[in-house]
């Protein structure tokens, strides 16, 4: 399991931790943002793949902002399987 944080832009949330299993989503929490919608789709979007998250949430904006939650969710599973593809480990804070 690959374990990966993400930190958003143009949003109300400001991170997104998530799990890779192969290219395999699991276990995606957003801090901050209006919960109850983020909850809501992070169940959705469980179990699906890379390919599968970013062909539905790509590209969705809110309001005038150039993103959205679930983009920065789509973004941040690519990032997440590429950065397991090459090796990369993020650095844990205490």
């Known amino acids: 399991m690959y374990h990966y944080n993400y930190v958003t832009e143009h949003t ?3 991170l997104i931790s998530l ?9 995606i929490s957003f801090m901050g943002g ?5 909850q809501g789709i ?3 979007v469980e179990g ?3 390919d599968k998250i ?3 949430l790509q590209g969705i904006k809110c309001g005038r902002k150039p993103t959205s939650c679930p ?4 973004k941040a599973v690519r ?3 590429e950065a397991q593809k090459n090796g990369e480990v993020q650095e844990v804070e205490d």
């Not at 799990?19 to 276990?27: A, F, Q």
């Not at 209006?34 to 983020?38: E, M, P, Q, S, T």
């Open 48 to 50: 699906m793949t890379v």
């Open 79 to 81: 990032k997440a399987y």
């Open 71 to 74: 983009d920065q969710l789509a």
């Open 19 to 27: 799990d890779l299993d192969g290219d395999v989503v699991k276990n």
């Open 12 to 14: 109300c949330s400001q």
């Open 54 to 56: 970013e062909e539905k």
């Open 34 to 38: 209006c919960n109850g919608n983020l």
């Open 42 to 44: 992070s169940k959705l």
